[in-house]
């Protein structure tokens, strides 16, 4: 299958600081990508769909100025968490589709640990 | 809004033996796919098997295989001859929108050796 790299894997940062998380295709082009949140022991949550070249998608509920997401190429999408706050702290999975359509099989990175302190 | 459910939080069962595990989604689609992954320690989802909604054959993925009920919205997954390495979180999803994946709450699997 195709490759989803995601980067950091896991990541502490200061209370009030930004930090971003980087989501790459390696061997593909993903013209969607998807960011999810993941609270431990519990399903992933969808927060955001972003298609290149245009304003990401967020799902009800979750607050685009603070976390913002470009997807400035057909390989890399970026989520930053601006002003960071312990309630932040979760696992960060994103993931890619090469199309539109249901059969369109979407490949996930391996997630990110963010850590607020 | 379209949902997926997934009723049983833990499941075990013994190694080599067969388990199945539940879900049930709605939608409001006619045509659309639903899958299941796997989750293990490491975090990495993993696809592990697919059904698209308009084939009536049930998907089989080796020892993975799927009973997918569409007048019912049903869509089990049995694992036979478990393994110890099948031992994870298992998420049943939609495709929704036919973009996005809405999974359940997820299964956790033991397998008991």
């Known amino acids: 299958g195709a490759v989803v790299s995601q980067h950091p894997s896991r990541v502490i940062c200061k209370s009030g600081t930004s930090v971003k998380i980087e989501c790459r295709s390696l061997d593909f082009q993903a013209t969607t990508m998807f960011w999810y949140r993941q609270f431990p022991k519990q399903s992933l949550m969808l927060m955001a769909t972003?298609?290149?070249?245009?304003?990401?998608?967020?799902e009800q509920g979750v607050e685009k100025d603070k976390f913002l997401i470009n997807h400035a190429s057909l390989t890399l999408s970026t989520l930053t968490v601006t002003s960071a706050h312990p309630e932040d702290s979760s696992f960060y999975i994103c993931s890619a589709k090469t199309g539109g359509g249901t059969n369109t099989e979407a490949f996930f990175g391996q997630g990110t640990r963010l850590t607020v302190v | 809004a379209q949902t997926v459910t997934q009723s049983q939080p833990e499941m075990s069962v013994q190694e080599a033996e067969t388990v199945t595990l539940s879900c049930t989604y709605d939608t409001s689609e006619s045509d659309y796919y639903l899958f299941w992954y796997k989750q293990p320690p490491s975090r990495q989802m993993i696809l592990v098997i697919r059904?698209?909604?308009?084939?009536?054959q049930n998907a089989t993925e080796n020892r993975f295989s799927v009973n997918f009920q569409k007048a019912a919205k049903s869509f089990s997954l049995k694992i036979s001859d478990s393994q110890l390495g099948d031992a994870a979180m298992y998420f049943c999803?939609?495709?929704?929108?036919?973009?996005?994946?809405?999974f359940g709450q997820g299964t956790r699997l033991t397998i008991n050796p």
């Open positions: 999803a939609n495709i929704q929108g036919a973009q996005k994946l809405v």
């Open positions: 972003s298609n290149e070249g245009s304003k990401a998608t967020y």
């Open positions: 059904q698209e909604a308009y084939k009536q």
